[in-house]
């Protein structure tokens, strides 16, 4: 592979290229992250593997809505999947800085899979019990929970540095692409099945996707300064790290009051869609609406990496803030099905710029000693949040109704777009353009 500058007179004249044949591509970006054979292997099996996840994630909101009528069992589950989260999450960052990252993340993928299929069967029976539905799914989140740092931690590994940002935007691209066709594949598998048992089981097997990218890619499995000291002091290590440091502790206070307050919709979406849109639990338009909004996020994470690839990402973050509240509150204010699918694919678009902006801005920031712990609050505050939001929005709904909760939020992330100015703690600003 070799390297050269490139000639493109609209990219930043420090951008490196790739030549691949006769067609230069831009370091940073998405094309360039993809060259790199151990980030194509672990990010194809983990994509496979994302896509039952989401086949998985969407039908089992719908079955709990479908099951109990009780929008506050909807976000008490959905708080049981990622709310681990939130409490094990740093946890799972101490371990990722101290033991083999493969072997470990193969284990946890692993067990996922075997609770998998016991959430296969349970969902199967005739009447199924809320109760041990609920205890697995929790169980599944306490593994996810608990490995998801080091996968976080392993990602630089995978590429160069200058390629980071574009690796960020592909893995923002996986996680909403899996949001749109693990609803499109599920959607008519719980047709024909008439029971979501199934399709668990279905994604219960994709976890081998994971497992055989994970083993078959060569990326660093420990880290090469572990982590010293007592164990509560190795839990409030990462902690200490961001309270230290300003850009650390202000992304992190965004993504938690943005996670918290502004993404309820995201998991209280079945309730959106049965008492604003009139959409029937059991309807594959819901599965379709939510398919909208993953098809817009990954279109939003994808522009970060490719034509926004060399603006500030401080500045991207920003500005998406400022459309996601205008257009949350358009969502919350919508009652026409047609014109909520627009609608919720232009939100998703906005919210995964911002979400993959302040990503990228916080990868590029870390030293890899402590990616691991850093990476847990930030999936504590991304990941871990949500849920405990979508709970307490889920208790609400009755008293305040889903629209005054969604407008809530709107005006959070309005109130956020002032506090969320990144480059007034060190993160990179607009490169200078030459005279």
Known sequence: MLFRRAHDPEADDAT??????????????????LRHRDFRLVWSGTFA??????????????FAFALTRDPGYVGLLLFAQLGPLLFLGQIGGVIADMVNRRRYLITMQVLQLLLSFVLAGLAAVDHPSTTWIFVCVLAIGIA?????????????TLVPREDLSGAVSLQSVQMNLSRVIGPAIGAPLYAVFGNPGPVFAINAATYLFAVAGLSLAHYAARNPDPVLGRPMEKVLSGFNIARRDPLLRRLLITMTVFSFFSLMFVGLMPVVAAHSLGIKDKSSTYL????AFGLGAALGAITVGTYLANHSKAMVARRALFAFAFLLAGFALVRDVAVAFP????????YFMVITALSTVLQEHLQDAVRGRIMA???????????????????LVDPLGITTVLLLGAGVA??????????AVGAPGPTPQPA
């Not at 490196?16 to 992250?33: F, K, N």
């Not at 996810?144 to 630089?156: E, F, T, V």
């Not at 609608?343 to 906005?350: E, K, N, W, Y």
């Not at 609050?377 to 208790?395: H, K, Q």
């Open 343 to 350: 609608t919720v694919a232009i939100l998703g678009f906005a």
């Open 49 to 62: 593997s994302n896509i039952g996840t989401w086949m998985q994630n969407v039908l089992l909101g719908q």
């Open 377 to 395: 609050l930030w999936i504590m505050s991304f990941g871990g949040t949500v849920p405990l939001g979508v709970l307490v929005g889920g208790f």
């Open 288 to 291: 379709y609406l939510y398919a």
């Open 16 to 33: 490196d290229a790739i030549v691949d044949g006769d067609r230069a591509l831009r370091r940073g970006t998405a094309q360039a992250a």
């Open 414 to 423: 309005l109130a956020l777009v002032w506090y969320c100015d990144l480059i």
């Open 144 to 156: 996810n929970a608990l490995s998801a740092p080091a996968m976080g931690a392993i990602l630089p």
